[in-house]
């Protein structure tokens, strides 16, 4: 399993073994994503001011730059594109997705106030994102082509950081339903 932490004040990759074993996998560097075949991983690098969007082999090797303005990657699920956050003007954030060869560049959502965190659906038809100003965000279900975007949460939750389950049947996200307005109230839901 890949993850990223701080634990030593940066920003790093590491990968924990079935086995327990913990080992320092790439710095610097966040949000990693194994490709559905497994050969490669996706991952956002920041240098304080800008995040970009690089992609490696899946042992570490052969690192490069994708595309320069991108975060939170998400791969499709036949592994051709990857969807990703950007920031496209002053504070206007847009999902895209683009070929591992950082080719075909094309914005996918056109949501106010979009966030970052997304999945693609395992059948790669619907996309769920997280849009909305502080403590009032809402997942929404939009077709893969960024079309009929929905909200699907209940207003009122501050609703983040959506996930499909691998059948595509199932949404989990995080939510202050219960504590809303409580820092430390967050709670993962699940939801059809």
């Known amino acids: 399993m890949l993850f990223s ?8 990759i590491y990968e924990l073994s079935l086995a327990g074993e913990l080992t320092l996998f790439w710095q610097p560097g ?4 194994v490709s559905p075949d497994n050969h490669y991983i996706a991952f956002t690098q920041g240098d304080g001011e800008k995040d970009s969007l690089w992609i490696m082999e899946r042992d570490g090797s052969n690192k490069r730059l994708l595309y320069s303005n991108g975060w939170d990657p998400t791969w499709s699920p036949d592994g051709s594109r990857i969807l990703f956050a950007s920031m496209l003007g002053q ?4 999902l895209m997705s683009i070929r591992l060869d950082g080719s075909d560049l094309r914005q996918v959502t056109d ?11 395992s059948d790669g038809r ?11 965000r809402e997942l929404f279900l939009v077709e893969a082509s960024g079309a009929n ?5 209940p207003a009122g939750g501050n609703s983040q950081g959506p996930s499909f389950s691998p059948d ?21 839901y699940l939801m059809r």
């Open 111 to 121: 949501l106010p106030l979009l966030r970052g965190r997304s999945d693609w659906s």
């Open 91 to 94: 504070d206007v954030v847009q």
């Open 149 to 153: 975007p929905r909200q699907i949460t």
């Open 168 to 188: 595509g049947q199932w949404v989990t996200f995080t939510a202050y339903f219960d504590h809303y307005g409580e820092s430390q109230g967050c709670e993962i």
């Open 30 to 33: 966040i949000a990693p994503e």
């Open 5 to 12: 932490s701080n634990m030593d004040g940066n920003f790093e």
């Open 126 to 136: 619907w996309i769920v994102t997280y849009a909305g100003k502080p403590w009032q």
